[in-house]
């Protein structure tokens, strides 16, 4: 469920309707709904209602300061996987003990970045960052908590790209070596094993996969104690998908997921961390475009729209659908036509949908992405020198632009000639 729905005609976000957010800031925008993501992180609080929890955000999958203050205004911990990402929750007002710190390479500079400002953990990735974290934090008179980030060889069953889990993945330490490096961790000055971390992929409809990798968990957390550690948290990742087609089957629940939690790793007695992203701000945004032409080609018709691949990379990079829909609800009876829907982009692969069916449309309608609220704004880029897509969020009768859109002028005051090519 979410908050992007027809009033009176015209597709609102909340209760303000798209039309006007697009003569405020004009298109391509993302739009973002406060309600939305209220609901979906409330959501996942209930679903977990049985035990001790902290909700970490994943913040790459939305990284927008206001977005992540709504969500720690709520409760919710971050999870981040860089210094920058660090920066962001803090600036959110998200205190260190509610922020937990992934990624395969940290740098010496992150982390002591993350033990200067607080940390709830570190969640290691393998024996060189180990080793590394021991040696910044003893530099600095601190201990660092850490999970290690536990591959545990399950296929996810879902796109390659976002696949996490598996042997030949980058992600983690495989399961085999866990014991011994758990061992190894003990020994080293300045660092405090708290909890094991494990995290097989992303966009998951199935919960096979995670019952499958929490079974391993369980066992692997029970030997690891027999083995003198003191394991008092687990962090279960992320990966809980959304309904990205609104015609298709939905994913399971998040009571669901809360429950294959319970009975894999329920009766340890550890506090449970989850990293959702796109299970929170998926469905709270849209890509709001407009229509440049129509196009009329040999065997089909194109729909050319201001937004691009450069503004929403998860069709060109994954293959990714996105619903998209008019602005304006047509009539019943309104003619539908099929159409390859593309961006102006000068690349064959800026295109968002072949063959969609769609109402017919005008030049200079309006038109939205739905499911956009994840992966879309913090994989933009200004390819092409397209000025970088603002965000506006939402709430109730209200919205506010939360990232302007830069002019072309300040694009390219960022760059500078060399003196030496000056005259």
Not at 157 to 174: L, Q, R, V, Y
């Amino acid at each position: 469920m979410d908050h992007f729905n027809y009033i009176d005609g015209v597709l609102c976000a909340e209760d303000v309707p798209l039309t006007k957010i697009a003569e405020a800031v004009g298109t391509p925008v993302y739009v973002y709904s406060t309600a939305t993501l209220t609901r979906h992180f409330q959501q996942l609080q209930k679903a977990l209602d049985w035990t001790d929890h902290l909700i970490c955000f994943a913040v790459k999958s939305n990284s927008n300061v206001a977005v992540l203050k709504v969500l720690a205004d709520l409760g919710a911990g971050m999870d981040v996987v860089s210094g920058g990402e660090y920066a962001r929750a803090k600036a959110a007002g998200v205190p260190g003990e509610r922020i937990v710190f992934s990624g395969v390479g940290k740098t010496e500079e992150e982390m002591r970045q993350a033990l200067s400002g607080g940390i709830r953990q570190f969640n290691v990735r393998s024996e060189p960052e180990l080793d590394r974290l021991s040696r910044v934090a003893t530099d600095m008179g601190l201990s660092a908590p850490i999970a290690l980030r536990v591959n545990p060889d399950v296929d996810a069953h879902t796109h390659e790209k976002i696949a996490t889990g598996k042997s030949e993945n980058k992600f983690g330490i495989p399961i085999a070596k866990a014991r011994a490096v758990y061992a190894y961790a003990a020994t080293l000055p300045g660092i405090k094993v708290v909890g094991v971390d494990m995290h097989i992929g992303s966009q998951l409809t199935d919960l096979q996969p995670f019952r499958e990798a929490y079974t391993k968990m369980a066992q692997l957390t029970r030997d690891l104690r027999a083995d003198g550690h003191e394991i008092i948290r687990l962090d279960m990742g992320g990966g809980l998908g959304i309904p990205y087609r609104r015609d298709n089957n939905a994913p399971p629940l998040p009571i669901e997921y809360g429950q294959v939690i319970r009975e894999t790793v329920g009766d340890l007695g550890c506090e449970i961390e989850i990293e959702p992203g796109r299970n929170i701000s998926g469905n709270a945004g849209i890509l709001l475009s407009s229509v440049v032409y129509l196009k009329e080609g040999e065997g089909r018709d194109f729909l050319i729209l201001d937004a691009a691949m450069n503004d929403l990379m998860r069709p060109a990079m994954y293959g990714a659908h996105h619903d998209i829909v008019p602005v304006l609800e047509p009539a019943v009876a309104a003619e539908v036509s099929a159409f390859d829907v593309v961006g102006p982009v000068c690349e064959t692969g800026d295109t968002f949908e072949k063959g969609m069916e769609l109402n017919r449309l005008s030049e200079g309608d309006l038109v939205a992405f739905r499911s956009a609220g994840a992966y879309g704004a913090v994989m933009a880029s200004e390819y092409n020198t397209r000025p970088l897509v603002p965000e506006v969020l939402v709430s109730g009768d209200q919205f506010a632009v939360i990232r302007a859109r830069p002019s072309v002028e300040e694009i390219i005051a960022r760059d500078s000639i060399p003196a030496w090519m000056a005259g």
